[in-house]
């Protein structure tokens, strides 16, 4: 079946921009995180839905940083704004449920901001 | 939160041999996977593996969840090995989210 999905791929966005990244879970996931990963780090957590409740934000870094999950589905990470401190790559991943699952990663969303 | 600690940073092999990755961490852990974070940065699953030893072709995993470490044997490597190693746990108080190492860089020559 289908992986995680995520677009778009590449986003360049100038310094004060605003940007959308998508994310589609594996369909029937419950749980769903998003993860940022600046160059030559490990990802770093950012927040977690379970269906469309946003039950942990406290990764990010930012009142810039905002992310929704409306229908239980796709979930969408918006970053206000744009600083070049923003500039990584945006993974996001999902899980068939909560605690103690396998997680599944998409392929990421770099973004870079000049 | 939960401290990941991976060994070694890096590590250049030459292909057909075998390595051994360890990964510490600090506190019991409900979650453990490793990854192999290709060249083209998608993380791909290598093994979920909380306590007990899984095997997958050349790779396998021994977890000892009672003295807080995790292994990664790869066997005759090759090339396409090469790449970024994670290990992640699931993170403390929220139990939900994974909790990165800093990673393994290993690369296979020919």
């Known amino acids: 079946g289908a992986g995680v999905s995520q677009s778009p791929r590449y986003k360049v966005a100038k310094r004060g921009q605003d940007v959308a990244l998508r994310c589609d879970p594996i369909s029937g996931h419950v749980s769903l995180f998003w993860y940022q990963q600046a160059l030559g780090q490990g990802p770093e957590f950012l927040t977690y839905?379970?269906?469309?409740?946003?039950?942990?934000k406290s990764g990010l870094p930012s009142d810039r940083f905002f992310a929704e999950r409306p229908e239980g589905s796709v979930s969408t990470l918006k970053i206000q704004r744009t600083q070049q401190e923003d500039s990584a790559v945006y993974l996001c991943a999902s899980s068939f449920d909560s605690s103690a699952y396998e997680q599944y990663f998409g392929p990421g969303t770099r973004l870079t901001v000049t | 939160g939960i401290q990941v600690e991976q060994s070694p940073p890096d590590l250049i092999l030459q292909e057909g041999a075998n390595s051994t990755l360890r990964c510490n961490f600090s506190?019991?852990?409900?979650?453990l996977q490793w990854f192999h974070q290709n060249p083209w940065g998608q993380l791909i699953n290598l093994f979920y593996?909380?306590?007990g030893t899984k095997q997958n072709g050349r790779l396998s995993a021994t977890t000892v969840a009672t003295e807080r470490y995790s292994l990664l044997y790869i066997s005759s490597s090759q090339t396409t090995d090469s790449g970024v190693y994670f290990c992640?746990?699931?993170?403390?108080?929220?139990?939900?989210?994974?909790?990165f190492g800093k990673g393994t860089s290993l690369l296979v020559t020919p």
């Open positions: 992640a746990v699931e993170r403390g108080n929220s139990g939900y989210a994974l909790n």
């Open positions: 593996i909380p306590s």
């Open positions: 839905f379970q269906n469309e409740a946003q039950l942990d």
């Open positions: 506190d019991s852990v409900n979650n």
